[in-house]
């Protein structure tokens, strides 16, 4: 598959390019490089390869939920700079 100084103009007037003619030639060059490595992966041989979704193994990492004991009010505010009944007082900060 190569690409032509058509194909380059097509793409570049989709993505709202403008290219000079040595621009258009560059890109065109650049492309079938690109294309043309891209095809020597085809010479690979993958046989007995078994396909990759990713490279990390799927194991969950997380640890197990551990029930505990909520915290009461009053050591919640316990360390607070300020506060009012059992709530944080923090200065007004809306209008």
């Known amino acids: 598959m190569s690409v032509t100084t058509q194909d380059v103009a097509y ?10 003619d040595e621009e258009m030639l560059t890109m065109t060059s650049e492309l079938n ?12 041989d993958t046989d007995g390869v078994i396909p990759l979704s990713s490279i990390h193994d799927p194991v ?21 700079p300020d506060r009012q009944d059992r709530f944080f007082k923090v200065p007004k900060v809306i209008g």
Do not use: M
């Not at 490089?33 to 690979?44: A, F, R």
């Not at 969950?60 to 607070?80: F, H, I, K, M, T």
């Open 33 to 44: 490089n690109i294309l043309h490595y891209v095809e020597k992966l085809n010479e690979v």
């Open 11 to 20: 793409i570049a007037e989709l993505a709202k390019l403008r290219f000079s």
């Open 60 to 80: 969950n990492v997380l640890r197990e939920d551990v029930v505990l004991p909520a915290l009461s009010s009053g050591e919640v505010l316990q360390n607070a």
